[in-house]
Each structure stands twice: as C-alpha cells, then as structure tokens.
C-alpha cells in the first residue's frame, strides 16, 4: 500500500510549520526517546495523527514508499519484529520510546530519529534535500519545484 492523499496532507502540514514544531532526541544505549510537540493545538493534533498512523503502518509492514524515504526508514520497516515502541500522548503531541535488542536496528532507529529532527528543524529544505540524495533531481539538474514533488509523492513505485 502506498500513502493516502490524507497521509501526505498530514506530512506537508508539518513541513510547511516545522519552525512551530518543537522536537527532542535522547539516544538511548538502546533505542531512542523523541518528545515532538507543538504549542498550536490544531499542529499538535496532526502530530499525534501522524505518529499513530506511521506506528500501525510501522506495525503492518506497510512501507509507504515516499521519495524522501531513507535507508534507515527501510530498515525499520525491515526490521519492525526487532523493535519494541511505547507512545505517550501529550497535550501538545507525543512522546516515542522505541528500543531493540539489535544493534544494527538500534542504529537505524537513531539515524531516523536524526533524520526528523532535520526534517522539524529545516522544515521544506530538509524535504529537497532528502529528495536530492534520494534520486530527486529531474532532468536538466532541477529541483522539483511543489508541484512536481506533490505528483511524485502520489505515484505508485514501479
């Protein structure tokens, strides 16, 4: 299954105000604790939507293929028998505890983490960036401009 129009309105919302999204990473000796918040209640709300969507996707297996999508995400997906998460919600957002035993796994959940921590901090450059080093250069060298990359986030991978 690829994502929802639903799915992808929630991650566009949160880049486009990222700079009203405060997030905190604790690396864990095995795993990682993430407190991503947001003191606008309506941006909090698509926060804990988002992480509860992506929990059950995570849960299910059920990569959602996004061109921003990284290797470490691939491997949580991979690897979801190999992880242990705990969710607190928040009145402002949610609180994530996510651990294994594996050490490979442990990594790539602390490289995801970090990953989202750009994607808060830098907000739509983040976003071109992770598509650069995904393949996302159109011909001629061009970035994909909100159009593009919105037709690009709907297609179905080959």
């Not at 804990?48 to 949580?76: C, F, N, Q, T, Y």
């Not at 490979?104 to 959940?109: I, N």
Request: proline share 5%; net charge negative; no cysteine.
């Amino acid at each position: 299954m690829t994502s929802t129009q639903a799915q992808l309105q929630v991650i566009h919302a949160m880049f486009v105000n990222h700079d009203r999204i405060k997030r905190t990473v604790e690396n864990l000796p095995n795993g990682i604790r993430t407190v991503t918040e947001s003191d606008d209640p309506s941006l909090a709300e698509l926060i804990k939507k988002h992480v509860a969507e992506m929990g059950s996707r995570v849960g299910a297996g059920d990569d959602p293929r996004l061109p921003i999508e990284s290797d470490s995400l691939h491997a949580i997906f991979r690897d979801k028998d190999k992880i242990k998460t705990s969710y607190e919600t928040t009145d402002k957002g949610v609180a994530v505890v996510q651990t294994s035993d594996d050490p490979r796994t442990v990594a790539a959940l602390q490289k995801h983490a970090s990953e989202v921590s750009d994607f808060v901090q830098e907000g739509m450059t983040a976003l071109h960036t992770a598509m650069m080093k995904r393949g996302g250069m159109m011909g001629g060298g061009m970035m994909p401009g909100p159009m593009m990359m919105q037709r690009m986030m709907h297609q179905d991978p080959i």
